[in-house]
């Protein structure tokens, strides 16, 4: 259900029509601008409110001119940051520094932290029934910091907080069929965990494809690090944001069409889960099914061979220190 419907004309149209409001944060960035252009091209979105601490308004501007049914407008600074936020159904999170050649995800923790606890305490006030998506790095960390904050104020919902995974799942079909041949877009692949490193546990095995064990090694590492192969590729310029953009869209996509009542979307995300729970952590990615409250049901993990038990092994004492890290975060700072 849209936390904020409100009734406004869209563009060249007399109809009334609701108009569900994405924020974007970030929205000048690297993934900022092409997931802009993304969802003013997406009939779902009804306004567009565009956030980040420079060039919002040329972003805006120039997004504007589509000849799209939703409003766009460009909010800079932090003194704008609460009139953006504002009102919104979902806040779409690509802010702060990406990785540079020879960092780690958790790298980042030291500048992201602050930047996505500031925004999560803006949504607190002014968008409390906003679902948020998280993309900022580390994801393992910045969701739990999302979720602290929210439950220090009292208004914890585990149903409207989220990581975005769905990157991992683009990559991974479309490694396993670079390899094995197949339909990308037809070929999809089951990816628990978190999102960094050895916390990507791809579970080749539910694909029902047969592969050779060299294949799972080199297919399964690819899938953990396919984020290093482009900062490598970059070369110091920054990380994944073309795909990343369209991962997001899709995210924001599937569950603006949940949220208007649509049946049996699933997307991956990392969310606070009792499937988690059951192997000692509180937030944990696995399949989603999206409804009109956000979450609609945590599917569980399903039917893993030795292989990927050993791989799920290995993430968690990872997985378990990044969510620590995240929750220590909101508490001592
Ligand atoms: N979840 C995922 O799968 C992925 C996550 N990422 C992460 O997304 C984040 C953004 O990456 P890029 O767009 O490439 O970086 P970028 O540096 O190109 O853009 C980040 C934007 O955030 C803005 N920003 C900084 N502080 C802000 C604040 N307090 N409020 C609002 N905006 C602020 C900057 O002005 C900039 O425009 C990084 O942390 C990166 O690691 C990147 C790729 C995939
Ligand atoms: O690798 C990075 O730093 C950005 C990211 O999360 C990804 O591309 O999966």
Redesign the pocket.
Known sequence: MFANRVITRGFASSVASLAPKVAV??A?????QPLSLLLKLNPHVGRLAL????NTPGVAADLSHINTQSSVKGYKGPEQLEDALKGSDIIVV??????KPGMT?DD?FKI?AG?VK??AEAAVKVAPNAHILV???P?NSTVPIVAEVFKKAGIFNPKRIFG??T?DVVRASTFVTTLKGGDATKTPVHVIGG?SGVTIIPLLSQTGINFAKEEVDALTHRIQFG?DEVVKAKEGL????LS?AH?GARFTDSLLRALAGAKGIVEPSYVYSEIGAKHGVEYFATNVELGPEGVAKVHPIGPINAYEEQLLKAAIPELQANIKKGVDFVHQG
């Open positions: 944060v970030g000048a960035g690297g993934i900022g956030y980040d601490l420079v690509p802010a702060g520094v990406p990785r995800r980042l992201n930047i500031g925004i993309i900022s790095n994801v975005v995974t990157l999102h984020g920054g990380s994944a944001t990343m991962a």
